[in-house]
Nanobody, 123 residues
Framework: QVQLVESGGGLVQAGDSLRLSCAAS????????MGWFRQAPGKEREFIAA????????YYADSVKGRFTISRDNRKSTAWLQMNDLKPEDTAVYYC????????????????WGPGTQVTVSA
């Protein structure tokens, strides 16, 4: 079992930056691919970034490519999502997730999820 907790969300203005953290605990948490998802009100959950165990493989959705950076430190059992040049359309609840993933571009199967952290970007 792996437990995930996100932090770092908040209310910012367009153009600002935020860094989300995802702290993992539990059995072999560093052995999982880490992914970031977001869900805006009234919209489906969107898969936005993922990083493999060794950090050799990384995925970004087109909507965040060039603005967001995913990283991880297995010694600290932590993953991060650096978000730059935030836009109002980035407003959502952001979730980190962990799973045994063979295709870094795939949003499935992520088995473990954090409770989410709210990011609100004002115009």
């Amino acid at each position: 079992q792996v437990q995930l907790v996100e932090s770092g969300g908040g209310l910012v203005q367009a153009g600002d930056s935020l860094r989300l953290s995802c702290a993992a605990s539990g059995r072999a948490s560093s052995a999982y691919t880490m992914g970031w998802f977001r869900q805006a009100p009234g919209k489906e959950r969107e898969f936005i970034a993922a990083i493999s165990v060794s950090a050799n493989n990384i995925y970004y959705a087109d909507s965040v490519k060039g603005r967001f950076t995913i990283s991880r430190d297995n010694r600290k059992s932590t993953a991060w999502l650096q978000m730059n040049d935030l836009k109002p359309e980035d407003t959502a609840v952001y979730y980190c997730a962990a799973g045994i993933i063979t295709d870094i571009d795939s949003p499935r199967p992520y088995n473990y999820w954090g409770p989410g952290t709210q990011v609100t970007v004002s115009a």
